[in-house]
T-cell receptor, first 117, second 111 residues
Framework: SAVISQKPSRDICQRGTSLTIQCQVDSQVTMMFWYRQQPGQSLTLIATANQGSEATYESGFVIDKFPISRPNLTFSTLTVSNMSPEDSSIYLC??????????????FGPGTRLTVT | RKEVEQDPGPFNVPEGATVAFNCTYSNSASQSFFWYRQDCRKEPKLLMSVYSSGNEDGRFTAQLNRASQYISLLIRDSKLSDSATYLCVGYTSGGYQKVTFGIGTKLQVIP
């Protein structure tokens, strides 16, 4: 399984500002995923970050609000732009395990707990 | 209808009891299923994969019923440490990969 770290682990931000979350994986992976988990809700996929191409966003999420970078095969960032209290959530990055074996289980970073005031 | 549906619970069971969760899915093209465990304020962690034949890992048994489109998780001899939220996850591939998480079922094992 992959070991994933995220920074920051938590932050409290003022509305209108932006926060960039970093995700580092201990092995090279083709795809990295960014999820949001709002209080009492399940995980919702924001986008898939592919190295060397633009991220693929899910319905309801746009690049202007959640720009993503993927400069190499072990690192990605997600920016939450122009934040509002509705963006308060846990943001998680993940990778698929065992790309070589074709298994689809996902491994998650510890998450970034964001509170927007 | 949600693609993956779970009873959010909570399920409160005494230590040592057997408890079962079901999860239904609506997308018949879903190929793989998983159970994840999420502790409070922690990230989800893979508990078990569920393939066509189902599988068993110690006290945990996962079953897949494609005809009725549901997945089950059975926990025998519940421990206090089993208290967590259990997420059902469906995976669909074939052109566009999609992973769908259920809302999770909360289990509280009480002494």
């Amino acid at each position: 399984s992959a070991v994933i770290s995220q920074k920051p682990s938590r932050d409290i931000c003022q509305r209108g500002t932006s926060l960039t979350i970093q995700c580092q994986v201990d092995s090279q992976v083709t795809m990295m995923f960014w999820y949001r988990q709002q209080p009492g809700q399940s995980l919702t996929l924001i986008a898939t970050a592919n190295q060397g191409s633009e991220a693929t966003y899910e319905s309801g999420f746009v690049i202007d609000k959640f720009p993503i970078s993927r400069p190499n095969l072990t690192f990605s960032t997600l920016t939450v732009s122009n934040m509002s209290p509705e963006d308060s959530s846990i943001y998680l990055c993940s990778v698929e395990g065992g790309e070589s074996s074709g298994s689809y289980e996902q491994y998650f970073g510890p998450g970034t707990r964001l509170t927007v005031t | 209808r949600k693609e993956v549906e779970q009873d959010p619970g909570p399920f409160n069971v005494p230590e040592g009891a057997t408890v079962a969760f079901n999860c239904t899915y609506s997308n018949s093209a879903s190929q793989s299923f998983f159970w994840y465990r999420q502790d409070c304020r922690k990230e989800p962690k893979l508990l078990m994969s569920v393939y066509s034949s189902g599988n068993e890992d110690g006290r945990f048994t996962a079953q897949l019923n494609r005809a009725s489109q549901y997945i089950s998780l059975l926990i025998r001899d519940s421990k206090l440490s089993d208290s967590a939220t259990y997420l059902c996850v469906g995976y669909t591939s074939g052109g566009y990969q999609k992973v769908t998480f259920g809302i999770g079922t909360k289990l509280q094992v009480i002494p």
